[in-house]
């Protein structure tokens, strides 16, 4: 067990080591920029894959070893067929209050509004993508509709350290290239998922890593399709956001200094090049299973004591 164990270890690091080559390593003769771009989608589409089959491994290592397939907590498609708005709890999980978010999404929609799960309010962003709204406590669920149609249930699972919820569709036309980004409260980035296809009144899963980050509030939000006037790498580069920074330039500038992706406290090891990312995403989820799965075998063989 302990041997099996450790190869997942080497197929995290596998991944991890990829990504730094694809950052940081220019080739002799570099290609098109088209050429870059077919290739690292390939690339990347196969370490999504097989860090996905490892995921699937460890679920029947966890069943071969007497364990449930799932570590305990949330798993992903909690939200579904869930369509009431207003987020849960009230005033079970407290916090400051954020106040009314306003602008794109309108007043009080799907949860959040005032001091319902308490955070802090940021300003938004415009059309398409990144809303004002309320930061969530570490352990609120969301269950909010968007203005793009998209409804996003999210939940933080401790013991995996993974968000896991789901994406409805509530509308009557497919939503292109949806995906989900969750921004913590260290400033780190999590995400985006992988840019999924949904029909009309379809669900998908969703989840998001964040292990080993230390963070009391998040705030996430589903983008569809390629916002206006940036194109896919850019508009997931993090570069030019009003409301989190773009990639941690901490001038000053759009708060950057906390919101960024890539600044103090943030997610240094993150690629900086967006196909990857989702891959990356997969990676952090099978690291907090492999430590869940640890964690419960430690507590079995000692009878709970630590």
Known sequence: MKTVIVSMAAVVA???GVLALADDVEPVAPP???QREARNNSDAEELYNLVKQARGELREMRVDAGLNAHAPGPR?????????GGGEGSAEHGGREGGERRGEHGVGEGGGEGGEHGGR???????GGEDGGTYLAKMAKQNKLFANGA?????FNPNTQVFVGSVTNTTARTLSQ???????????ELGPTK???????????VELGAFGHEFTSWISHPEAGIEQGHAVGEEESGEGRGEHGGEGRGDGGGEAGEQGGHGPGGDAGRPTDAAYRPMYNQLQILRGEMHAFQAELKARSTGGRP
Do not use: C, F, M, Y
């Not at 498609?77 to 869930?82: A, L, N, Q, T």
């Not at 309010?121 to 059309?127: L, Q, S």
């Open 14 to 16: 596998l991944g991890t």
């Open 32 to 34: 098109s920029q088209e």
């Open 76 to 84: 992903a498609g909690w939200g579904e067929g869930k369509g009431h």
């Open 121 to 127: 309010e940021r300003g938004g962003r415009g059309e």
């Open 151 to 155: 409804r996003l249930a999210l939940q």
């Open 178 to 188: 949806v995906r989900v980004e969750i921004h913590l409260d260290n400033g780190t």
């Open 195 to 205: 840019r999924t296809n949904v029909g009309p009144g379809e669900t998908i899963p």
